[in-house]
């Protein structure tokens, strides 16, 4: 069972990244996926997630208009779509597997994390 993000890189301010989120050994269609950030000398933070029954997403604000989420269950994979990016979003970006999903506060009830990709934004 493992999960593994990537797709990060370096970017300059304003410009667009997509992260994937890859599952092995599991059925990520059984799962919300939720996506989190965190940056140096800071604690991790959640950026949102996605549901898996009918691809509802939530978003906190910090990211709202600029983030978008998508999966294709068929690839066992999840997607963060980054535009507009600011030197702010500067972070390792991780996903994980959730077992509940909520329009109000998204993910809940945790399972499995993947490793990071970093995602760095120059100003």
């Known amino acids: 069972v493992q999960l593994q993000a990537s797709g990060g890189g370096l970017v300059q301010s304003g410009g667009s990244l997509r992260l994937s989120c890859v599952a092995s050994g599991f059925a990520l269609a059984h799962y919300a996926i939720g996506w989190f950030r965190q940056a140096p000398g800071k604690e991790r933070e959640e950026v949102g997630c996605?549901?898996?029954?009918?691809?509802?997403?939530y978003y906190v604000d910090s990211v709202k208009g600029r983030f978008t989420f998508s999966r294709d269950n068929a690839k066992n994979t999840g997607y963060l779509q980054m535009n507009g990016l600011k030197p702010e979003d500067t972070a390792v970006y991780s996903c994980a597997t959730f077992l509940k999903y909520s329009d109000y506060n998204g993910c809940t009830l945790p399972g499995s994390w993947g490793l990071g990709t970093q995602v760095t934004v120059s100003s």
């Open positions: 996605i549901s898996n029954y009918d691809d509802s997403t």
